[in-house]
């Protein structure tokens, strides 16, 4: 049989299918995020999400270390505070959750890059990402205040970073100005650009406490059929001086990703959200996939899909297999 060209000439051991290996995941694009909750010496697991905890104060620091020991240089923090109101005043409270939270883990993991999702819906008695009106409607603008301030107030308390996540109109440009009026011109922005009104936010929404009260967010999220949408999204966002944009969920839109990174020439990231975490946990544990080759899988996909950075609950326990 003659056949000049044969793919499989390249699979034949590890070293060669090393060699020309097109993906890598590398630790040092990964972010780990955490949850920290009022109350004292808590580590409490999530039922939704096997293997993830909440935290309090006291105890992130333990937790930052370790972390920072298993190879991930970088956390995304969600504070779960012990009261909630319609003005979200824990978001930007000097002495709220994630404005203590910064400083134990700098203490403890000094060079750990911080990162803070900028949202109101942890902190609102209602659930919803923004300032309710009229008893039902989401009102954007008189948001934007309310974001700005939560932003510069981690800024204040040492996040090296803001990820703001409640797809707002004009957020982005809202904190980048008063980030820069307060001193903190050299805060990066990683906007939540094109992040969509998804199922798979499920577990998150038991693991932080922050399911709405009323309604859904499909108002201000995306809606999934849409990626030309997405794209409009992240060009805005650029445009109002996001630094870095996600993509959200990453599994289900590894379209959408592969899209943004084509046209955009900022990094790009991908946020494989609570759903895709507790899927495959759920499967490994009835004996149905291979966890680990499972997860390596995925996110492998992510990157080859385009995402320079990757969000995922599974960081810390990836990194020594990577
Ligand atoms: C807050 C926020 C959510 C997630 C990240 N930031 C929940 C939501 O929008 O309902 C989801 C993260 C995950 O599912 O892992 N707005």
Known sequence: MSMIIRPRRLRGNAMLRKMVCETYVLPDQLIQPVFITHGKAIKEEISAMPGQFRFSVDKI????????????????????????????????????????????????????????????C??????????????QRIDNDSTLELLARSAVSQAKSGADMVAPSDMMDGRVAAIREALDN??????????????????????????????PQFGDRKTYQMDPPNVREAIKEVKLDIAEGADIVMVKPALAYLDVIARVRDVVDVPVAAYSVSGEYSMIKAAAKN??????????????????AGADIIITYFAKDVANLL
């Open 61 to 120: 620091g333990a937790e930052a270390m370790e972390i920072w020991n298993a190879g991930i240089h970088a956390m995304l923090l969600f504070g779960i505070p012990e009261k909630k109101d319609d003005k979200a005043s824990g978001a930007y409270a000097k002495d709220g959750i994630v404005q203590r939270a910064i400083p134990a883990i700098k203490e403890a993991a000094p060079d750990m890059y911080v990162i803070t999702d900028v949202c109101l």
């Open 182 to 211: 307060e001193g903190f011109a050299g805060t990066p922005i990683m906007s939540y650009a094109a992040k969509y009104a998804s199922c798979f936010y499920g577990p998150f929404r038991d693991a932080a406490k922050g399911a």
């Open 287 to 304: 004996g149905w996939i291979d966890e680990k080759r499972a997860i390596l899988e995925t996110l492998t996909a992510i990157k080859r």
């Open 122 to 135: 942890e902190y609102m008695s209602h659930g919803h990402c923004g300032i309710v009106a009229d008893g």
